[in-house]
């Protein structure tokens, strides 16, 4: 089993940046591929972007496609979200997982086993 805690959301102006991070807990991080997903009030919760467990390949929702970027360091279990060109549509209470799912990248949400808490990103207009 592995805990997920994320950090770095807040308040920023359209086309600024934030970098999430998601700690783990355990010794196995380097096991499990990672995602973001997004959740905005009153709309299902939604894919952003997934990396791979030795953080080789990574994919992306294509609304932010060019604009977010997704990386992990083993040695510190932690998974990080570079999001630059913020935009408004971008504000939701943002989430990473674990899936212990064999495949090598995973964007559906029922395939993943864990979750954190999540961390709220504003973007103003």
């Known amino acids: 089993q592995v805990q997920l805690v994320e950090s770095g959301g807040g308040l920023v102006q359209a086309g600024g940046s934030l970098r999430l991070s998601c700690a783990a807990s355990g010794r196995t991080f380097s096991r499990y591929a990672m995602g973001w997903f997004r959740q905005a009030p009153v709309q299902e919760r939604e894919f952003v972007a997934t990396?791979?467990?030795?953080?080789?390949?990574?994919y992306y929702a294509d609304s932010v496609k060019g604009r977010f970027t997704i990386s992990r360091d083993n040695a510190k279990n932690t998974v990080y979200l570079q999001m630059d060109s913020l935009k408004p549509e971008d504000t939701a209470v943002y989430y990473c997982?674990?899936?212990?799912?064999?495949?090598?990248?995973?964007?559906?949400?029922?395939?993943?086993?864990?979750w954190g808490q999540g961390t709220q990103v504003t973007v103003s207009s």
């Open positions: 990396i791979s467990r030795s953080g080789g390949t990574t």
């Open positions: 997982a674990a899936t212990t799912s064999p495949r090598t990248v995973v964007a559906g949400r029922s395939e993943y086993d864990y």
